[in-house]
């Protein structure tokens, strides 16, 4: 690793850096404010009667709304391809990528439902 190569992975790390601190300061920050202004401290603290769905179930949702939007992405990009004659390098990119957003919409949709 002589020269630019070493830069990639410390940029990485220095943005992923950054990000936490300034999260993190800014988390302080807001709540010192709000303890100079006397505000109570159980707002920094979540009540057990919100009811959040599970990170699994909202990941195993999208995973598989997404793979099954790639999935028919590709079948009907060869329709396309083969009986209306779309160019091979056009049909397939356009409609995977078409497909996979139609299917992380449908994802976060019905994730939002979840909530209720």
Not at 105 to 112: E, I, L, R, V
Request: proline share 3%; no cysteine; glycine share 12%.
């Amino acid at each position: 690793m002589q020269g630019p190569e070493i830069l990639i992975p410390l940029i990485f790390f220095g943005s992923i850096f950054g990000i936490v601190y300034l999260f993190v300061t800014a988390r302080n920050k807001e709540r010192l404010a709000l303890i100079e202004k006397g505000a109570d401290a159980s707002i920094f603290y979540s009540s057990k009667e919100k009811r959040v769905t599970p990170i699994w179930k909202v990941l195993i949702l999208n995973v598989s709304l997404l793979l099954m939007g790639i999935g028919i992405g590709i079948f009907i990009a060869g329709i396309l391809h083969l009986s209306i004659g779309v160019d091979e390098d056009i049909a397939y990119p356009g409609t995977i990528f078409l497909m996979a957003g139609v299917g992380l919409f449908a994802g976060f949709t019905m994730t939002k439902n979840l909530d209720k």
